[in-house]
């Protein structure tokens, strides 16, 4: 059974959208259950200015989804890195336990967004230098 904070963030998901031209997407997938999500992010002043999703997947990891990207809007780009599993399924007053494997899945895709954002300055930079 789904918590009151699940379905409400599955009956009204927040910042879901592709936004257009962001500064790093990152995304991850769950080949077990077909579950796919992609991260978009804005970043200025290496905070998370703006913070969108596109998922596939079930109320489980639309709610999850949905939820961190409130966590991590407005965050650093380190804090909102160590946003854990653990404080997704807390924020949502607890996921069954055969949904828990989506909690790794949104905090994975929003890992691999903040590391192709920091790709993508090192590349940048190293551009700059030829």
């Not at 904070?5 to 936004?19: C, D, G, R, S, T």
């Not at 899945?105 to 929003?110: C, K, Q, R, S």
């Amino acid at each position: 059974m789904y918590s009151d904070k699940v379905i409400e963030h599955f009956l009204n998901p927040q910042n879901a959208y592709k936004m257009p031209d962001p500064d790093a997407e990152g995304s991850f997938g769950d080949p077990s259950c077909g579950d796919a999500l992609t991260f978009y992010l804005k970043i200025k002043d290496n905070r998370i200015e703006d913070i969108s999703y596109l998922v596939y997947g079930c109320t489980a990891s639309i709610a999850t989804s949905s939820m961190t990207s409130v966590l991590a809007k407005g965050k650093s780009l380190f804090e909102a890195y160590e946003i854990t599993e653990e404080d997704v399924i807390e924020a949502l007053d607890g996921l069954p336990e055969h949904k828990i494997h989506c909690s790794n899945l949104v905090v994975t895709a929003l890992r691999n967004a903040i590391n192709n954002y920091y790709k993508k300055l090192k590349d940048i930079k190293r551009r700059s230098y030829l």
